[in-house]
């Protein structure tokens, strides 16, 4: 991102001493400031994430240490084949929100990563401040590649509905589940963790999408 900063920074000197500004000039500020925009949305989202995952930390210690990561991609698609069919059907029973499966997409993702990382344990004695630097740092490597990535395509997946974007998160874990029943060999495609990266960015998306129609992120958790 450091190219980037810099030329960033050459465009606002040209703005200032230009007040005829080109329409090339124009439209990279305004990308410019969209790309701020979702970077603080981002970080938003991932505070309510991260807030819900410390929580249940401290209540549960570190239970999710004895899942394999086959069990934690199996959670995620459950989670979006829940979101699928309230999104078809527009009926919950269960009384869970698209937020708050959104939300538990995240927080799977990351544990997965976490997963991949240290293997899986046999009990649930770890370190809550070593979990939590984890979490912060995928959750950092996450955002990095969204930026690139958001770079790269010009924001495109502000202009994809909520559904489509779960059917992408969908694609993803099936791909996923895929790659684990081939005992994690893959010709062409990329890893487990790219998967999980990208499911955990998309999930973000939708939840970005959300807290921009309520004006304010405030998911009901419970």
Known sequence: ?????????????????NRQLSPEILIFEKFRNLMQKTSKQFDEVIQVCRELFSNKLSDYGASFRVLRTSSLTDQIFIKVKSLRNFQTTGV??????????????????????????KGFADDFKQD???????YDRFAFEAKDLMMKKN???????REMRISSITDLIYQKVLRTKQIEDNAGATLVSEGIDANYFDMLN???FCLIKFSEEKEVFKPTII
């Open 128 to 134: 809550k401040s070593e979990i939590l630097n984890l």
């Open 92 to 117: 919950s029973k269960v009384g869970e929100s698209a937020e708050e499966n959104f939300i538990a997409i995240v927080n799977y993702s990351i544990i997965g990563l976490i997963q991949l990382e």
């Open 1 to 17: 991102m450091g190219n980037f900063s810099i030329h960033f920074t050459k465009i606002q000197f040209l703005i200032k001493i």
């Open 151 to 157: 770079h790269d395509y010009g924001e495109a997946w």
């Open 202 to 204: 998309y999930a973000v």
